[in-house]
T-cell receptor, first 116, second 113 residues
């Protein structure tokens, strides 16, 4: 079982509010990712990190921001939530021992965000 | 760039039917290939993987063979169960672009009793 946790699982929030989605892993993985999953199921990479103090934007432009101050923690923040941010957000992590590409990514259970 | 193409769903089958979900890929270099499964309301879980040509990944009755000549990694199961109803994602990972995972669009499988 993967040791990666997301909170909250479900969140309904009003427009204009600031929110932070939490993601933590206890596996010591250096790489962490945030995906946005649309209703059609497709996954879009919105942020990733190779390690502490490293963050990059993904393929899909997002108004969210992330930080990586500790290896185990990779929170995602929306400064001002809008209905267009309503989606499922999935956090993942992976190791990269010796730069190998054979290791899989482990996913959290996701946060379903609804902005009203 | 790298890409993964999966057959579109939903795929609807009766219990004990044979399942195939097609997956083809485009990648520079020699990728590792993965199948992930997402049950309702959950995150993704690794189902199986293969790291080099002709490798066969298998788990829980599911199988997929890494076919370099056809750049494919089709998922198969001989006899599906209602509990296999989920969304299945094919993915690849290369040494390019920082070892990022590239996912297909997902295929929803519905198994009826």
């Amino acid at each position: 079982e993967a040791d990666i946790y997301q909170t909250p699982r479900y969140l309904v929030i009003g427009t204009g509010k600031k929110i932070t989605l939490e993601c933590s892993q206890t596996m010591g993985h250096d790489k962490m990712y945030w995906y946005q999953q649309d209703p059609g199921m497709e996954l879009h990479l919105i942020h990733y990190s190779y390690g502490v103090n490293s963050t990059e934007k993904g393929d899909l432009s997002s108004e969210s921001t992330v930080s990586r101050i500790r290896t185990e923690h990779f929170p995602l923040t929306l400064e001002s939530a809008r209905p267009s941010h309503t989606s499922q957000y999935l956090c993942a992590s992976s190791a990269s021992p010796g730069g190998t590409m054979n290791t899989e990514a482990f996913f959290g259970q996701g946060t379903r965000l609804t902005v009203v | 760039g790298d890409s993964v193409t999966q057959m579109e769903g939903p795929v609807t089958l009766s219990e004990e039917a044979f399942l195939t979900i097609n997956c083809t890929y485009t990648a520079t270099g020699y990728p590792s290939l993965f199948w992930y499964v997402q049950y309702p309301g959950e995150g993704l879980q690794l189902l199986l993987k293969a790291t080099k040509a002709d490798d066969k990944g298998s788990n829980k009755g599911f199988e997929a063979t890494y076919r370099k000549e056809t750049t494919s990694f089709h998922l198969e199961k001989g006899s599906v169960q209602v509990s296999d109803s989920a969304v299945y994602f094919c993915a690849l990972r290369t040494n390019n672009a920082g070892n990022m995972l590239t996912f297909g669009g997902g295929t929803r499988l519905m198994v009826k009793p």
